[in-house]
């Protein structure tokens, strides 16, 4: 595991991209593992300005994100459909064909993530996983359990991942209450991850996923298991961290 501390977030976003910016220079295929949230979207930016500097295309590039929340279309404001597109594939030469998110809306919700997952498979493995850290330690929307699937699946969100959520709704609307995620295991079969977390609100929980126990309770302390884990901190959420 390679810990990167940050003394600023412009600093750590920069760096970020450059990984993910270079990924693609050495393979212009390749398979990018995408998140949401509050936390990439400084990430993202650098990204588009890589392409709006000549210094990257996404023409050849596949892209499957994280999740999505179940019960919202993929144009409802807060799906992360939606999200990729304002906060990236909108402003890059990506292909809308390669560009994957499970579907909030499907009939057959374990249809859709056993097709999901085929479809990570048809790809070949992903070559760089990104991934936010939830403050109580999921990745995706993998919660703590005693048992955590390993392939993508549907998952009751925690209350606590409702209500660190609804800052992103309107006062009026309902944080959904189950999305689909990648598990663990599929998470964990990137060729590459890179985990990144900013502010002091996640200090003690990234310390315990990388530092504590490996535990379903905590998912990221899985990732302590992979070979080629990169974590980007700033310097708050970094404080607690060797
Ligand atoms: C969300 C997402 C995760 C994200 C995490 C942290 O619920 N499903 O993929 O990494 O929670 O979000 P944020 O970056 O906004 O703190």
Redesign the pocket.
Known sequence: MNILKFNSEAKLNEAAARIITSTVQVNPSAVLGL??????IGIYKELVKDYNEGLVSFSRVTTFN??EYVGLSPDHHQSYSHYMKENLFNHVDIVAERTNIPFGLADQLEEECRQYDERIEAAGRIDIQL?????NG????NEPEDELSSSTHVVNLAEE?KQ??ARFFTETEEVPSQ?I?MGVGTILKAKMLMLVV?GAD?AEIVKRALTGPVTTQCPASLLQTHPNLVVLVDEAAGSLLP
């Open positions: 998140a949401t949230g509050g936390t990439p994280l999740d991934l936010g850290l939830g403050h999921h990745i995706g929307f991942t660190a959520n999305a995620t900013k996640k």
